[in-house]
């Protein structure tokens, strides 16, 4: 990073001045002006004044006048010197230090500061304001200038990224695809009662284990990022991933007779791909925090994070297919389905916006992918309706096309890329950086 400029010819002592009506950033030019127009005040009036004097009277007071302010001056030559306007209050970065004083306080190093005062809409074409090229060297600066009790910073909090914390949520993140192999295994191998019950076993295990994993590591959210609501339309979209195909085929075709086939093979290489969801997202993480240490202004670090984000969003989506693929040979269903490529991409979008403390727009989109399919389920029955035939065209030509698995291909597809072009302009700024998620 670059060197802090003007740090030293600044005394800290007065970092946090209790006078906020002489912090103005144009006070310096303001007091110049006030000064200047005071002198020249004062020597037109004196002017004016030796003007209106007539000549005898002027001559005959002259020594008397002389003698006067000769007298003045050796008695009281100081306190009649008007004192000088404070020109130390007139210091744009100490009113922007006020502003953000408890930001400044409680930073660690000078990137979070720069990545506050980012969150806050200042850029770096608004920092030359105070005198600084871009936000991170007028945050270095601020972060110099805190008032403390000697002039070491303080010591950064100790890692949490032990190797026996790496290690566990490593495993944690392979609990959800473990446990719904075991379900998917205990599904081929039982029938009837016993079928059902695995069924209902296996989807309750694997939900929890995937509670668990969420709750460690790199796809660990604050608090206040996620809502119950999100976590529905999680619940809404999986359980259509594994169901809903089937009952759309058996709906179209005037069913549901009976029970309708499990879409198992998506389902588990999506629980499977949690492992390298929660690997991309620690990788994109620690680069991200790396390159925030080394950018000079806001605009490059968005540059060189963006190509980052992208390159790890394309290696999920290559292991979600690989896994796909391997899932459906082994469960004869060798097709990748597009579904759940999507539903994929819309999960893991989802969940680091909501790591990297955007969880709002997320939850949105969630629910829209879910209204969606929903939608389409509901079309197909209303149709039955007398006089509402009509309903049911869009799905039935969909399906033609494409097979009953473009219905959540294209809602969640279309939903992906909104969260794509939200989190490109999202995660690539330094406030989301601020401090590392929730991840050793």
Known sequence: MRDVRDVGERPRS???????????????????????????????????????????????????????????????????????????????????????????????????????LEAHGLTDRA????????????AEEMYARVPRDDDRPPPRPAPTGGPREHRAWAVLALLPGALCTAAVLGLRATEGRAHLAVAVLGALAATLGLRVALGRGPLRAPAHTTSAVAHVWTCWLLAYALLGDGLLRAALDGGPD??????????????????????????????????????????EFAGSVTPLFLGVFALFLAALAALLALTGALLGRPAVSMGAVALGALLLLARLLAVHGAGRAPTVVLGTAAAAEATALATVFAARLPGCSALVTPVVTLTDAWGADAVPALGCALAALTLLIHAIRTLTRASAHARPPGSP
């Open 14 to 116: 007065d970092a946090w001045d209790t006078r906020p009506e002489e912090w103005d950033l144009g006070a310096e030019s303001v007091y110049a002006s006030a000064e200047e127009t005071e002198e020249t005040t004062e020597a037109r009036t004196g002017a004016v004044a030796a003007d209106r004097v007539p000549q005898p009277v002027a001559a005959e007071a002259a020594p008397h006048t002389a003698g006067a302010v000769r007298a003045a001056d050796a008695g009281s030559a100081e306190p009649a010197r008007k004192p000088p306007a404070r020109r130390g209050a007139a210091d744009p970065v100490k009113a922007l230090m006020h502003r953000h004083r408890e930001l400044c306080e409680r930073a660690v190093d000078p990137l979070e500061i720069a990545a506050g």
């Open 258 to 299: 009976g029970p309708w086939p499990l879409a198992t093979a998506p389902v588990l290489a999506l629980a499977l791909a949690c492992g390298p969801a929660a690997w991309c997202a620690r990788l994109f993480a620690v680069h991200a925090r790396r390159r925030l240490a080394t950018s000079r202004g806001l605009e």
């Open 127 to 138: 920092a030359a304001r105070y005198r600084h090229r871009d936000v991170f060297s007028l």
